[in-house]
């Protein structure tokens, strides 16, 4: 089992940063496949980003490019999600997800509680 807790959410205005965290533990970090999804109301959960164990190769979806950096620190069995230039279509819940062999996660085997990012504009 892997447990995964997310923080970092909260309301920021339209153009500003949040850096996301999630913080894993129950296995060893470092040979899952990480990742970050999102559900804005009304809509399915949708992929944001992954990095994979090893060397740290990143995804990421096309909404999110060149905005969002994701980036893993094994000693500290953390993820991160770093957001800049947000926009009110970037309000949703962003959920921590990681599996061992999916470097896509599709879909992923574990997820965290979600934590709730709002745009206003």
């Known amino acids: 089992q892997v447990q995964l807790v997310e923080s970092g959410g909260g309301l920021v205005q339209a153009g500003g940063s949040l850096r996301l965290s999630c913080a894993a533990s129950?296995?060893?970090?470092?040979?899952?496949?990480m990742g970050w999804f999102r559900q804005a109301p009304g809509k399915e959960r949708a992929f944001v980003a992954s990095i994979s164990w090893g060397i740290g190769i990143t995804y990421y979806s096309d909404s999110v490019k060149g905005r969002f950096t994701i980036s893993r620190d094994n000693a500290k069995n953390t993820v991160y999600l770093q957001m800049n230039s947000l926009k009110p279509e970037d309000t949703a819940v962003y959920y921590c997800?990681?599996?061992?062999?999916?470097?896509?996660?599709?879909?992923?085997?574990?997820w965290g509680q979600g934590t709730q990012v709002t745009v206003s504009s």
């Open positions: 129950g296995r060893t970090f470092s040979n899952y496949h």
């Open positions: 997800a990681a599996d061992k062999v999916r470097l896509r996660l599709d879909p992923p085997e574990y």
